[in-house]
């Protein structure tokens, strides 16, 4: 039985306006990604990948084309229906942890257990990154892989359908890196979030079902990995 399709992207464009200057970040894009799949979106600097994550995730609107999330099109939503679909469906992790310094690991995550439909505890989304331990430390008490994995608890605490990561790994080791990509993982794996990794990090993508490669706004290729490398086994 074939997974069902969670996004459902047709001709995406994106024309950002610098002034007088047309950037276009996004060239017609199409893409399905499907339930439970772990995909890779690999490309460099300016090839139009955080901007196509972003319209998945409802923080921006495409110029042209449109987005299905399973039946709903997300290219008609207005503002509150964006807010609320970020809020119910998806989990966002970045580069940087964009935590709240005067609150500890606990209250950090609980931020989103509050106001979430159905989540899991603060405590159990932190024991599933491993930082059971840490619950009641402030961010500048844990390192930064650390910091990262109570970030990546917040997004996963509301039960989220999607999992959205932007450049996880940019600001880490290696080691510290492949520690978070094994978080990632589990999540993915426990939970059966769909999750998209965007990464300029080509060995990343060894541990994806599908690995999709971005160049100048379009998708230059894409190829199905026979098997997923654990992350322990990568190393950059």
Request: aromatic share 6%; glycine share 8%.
């Amino acid at each position: 039985m074939n997974p069902a399709v969670v996004f459902q992207a047709r001709g995406l464009t994106k024309v950002y306006h610098m002034g007088e200057v047309e950037v276009h970040a996004l060239c017609g894009i199409d893409l399905d990604l499907y339930q439970g799949e772990f995909v890779v979106l690999l490309g460099p600097s300016g090839s139009g990948k955080s901007t196509l994550l972003n319209i998945l995730g409802g923080l921006d609107t495409p110029t042209g084309g449109r987005v299905m999330y399973g039946e709903r099109e997300l290219t008609r939503y207005d503002d509150a229906e964006l807010t609320a679909y970020r809020r119910e469906h998806v989990g966002f992790v970045f580069q940087f942890y964009n935590l709240i310094p005067s609150l500890t690991a606990r209250e950090n995550v609980a931020l989103v257990t509050d106001i979430a439909r159905n989540p899991m505890s603060a405590d159990e989304a932190l024991r599933l990154v491993d930082l059971g331990e840490r619950l009641n430390h402030f961010p500048a008490q844990l390192s930064g892989g650390e910091q990262q994995r109570v970030a990546i608890a917040r997004a996963v605490a509301k039960r989220p359908a999607v999992l959205l990561c932007d450049e996880p790994t940019g600001a880490l080791d290696v080691a510290t890196g492949i520690k978070v990509l094994e978080v990632i993982e589990r999540v993915n794996r426990e939970i059966g979030t769909t999750t998209i990794i965007i990464t300029h990090n080509v060995v990343i993508a060894g541990m994806a079902d599908r690995v999709i490669h971005l160049s100048n706004g379009l998708i230059q290729s894409e190829e199905r990995n026979a098997s997923r490398v654990a992350p322990a086994r990568l190393s950059w």
